[in-house]
């Protein structure tokens, strides 16, 4: 868990030791050395309290989990997966919550200033959407590698969502690495790459359990799965990311 330190409170000395910490980290890694920055007329102990407390969170199936809500990685694909009240919930105490970007840039959400629910109270497609963090984290970092301004675009990161939801619900890819693979193909060349023969084959092979669909599509090269999109025709939503392919 990250530690909370009350800056204002901090000698200046203290400070300046600080700020040398976080500009090496910044030398260093891409990942900063806050995981936020947090303004609140709270004290010190009663807001590490609260977002301590706010961790936990009860899915529709009534088990508690742990939300790394303070996480950046995280915290940005929350604006969209929650509404402002359950934001305002999940931040409660909270004047303004400050995050650093995929595009290495400091953005802030400003909380309402009034009462929001005690409890977090989560829908089951917030749920599963919560579920998948971890595999859309790693399409997105791989989708930036052919259109870098991705990776902080929140509308493709929900494209992305909804084909990694489609490949478990429509085409029954269990495995995180399969998932992944269609969600890539599909945000890259086309939204309905599950739809062409060729793909509908190796999909068919992996359902019957004989072949991951990371090794049906081994031999798919970028050239095959562009022709398969040219073939599929050009209806593409502008979310998409079709046409990334170096």
Known sequence: M???????????HDCLKLLERVHEQARRSKYPYFSA?????????ELSAQLA??????????????????????????????????????LRSVDVWTWFTPAGTWSQYRCASAA?????????????????????????????????????????????????HLAYTEYGLRDGDDRSLYALQAARFHPRIGEHPEIRIRLCKVQKGDI?????????????L?????????????????GMSS
């Open 212 to 224: 991951s669909y990371v090794g049906a599509c081994a031999d798919l090269s970028d050239d095959a």
């Open 53 to 90: 407390a706010r961790m936990i969170v009860r899915g529709p199936d009534r088990r508690n989990t742990i939300l790394r809500y303070f996480d950046p990685r995280v915290f940005r694909h929350l604006r969209w997966i929650l509404n402002k009240t359950q934001m305002d919930s999940l």
């Open 37 to 45: 920055l947090i303004a609140s007329s709270r004290t010190a102990s």
């Open 116 to 164: 929001s629910p005690s409890r977090l109270r989560l829908t089951d497609k917030q749920w599963e959407a919560l579920q998948r963090l971890r595999l859309l984290h790693r399409c997105l970092e791989q989708i930036a590698i052919y259109l870098p301004k991705s990776l902080n675009d929140d509308a493709i990161a929900q494209h992305v969502d909804a084909l990694l």
């Open 2 to 12: 990250p530690r909370l330190l009350a800056l204002r409170e901090m000698p200046e």
């Open 226 to 242: 562009s022709r398969f999109a040219g073939q599929l025709g050009s209806n593409v939503p502008p979310t998409s990311t079709t």
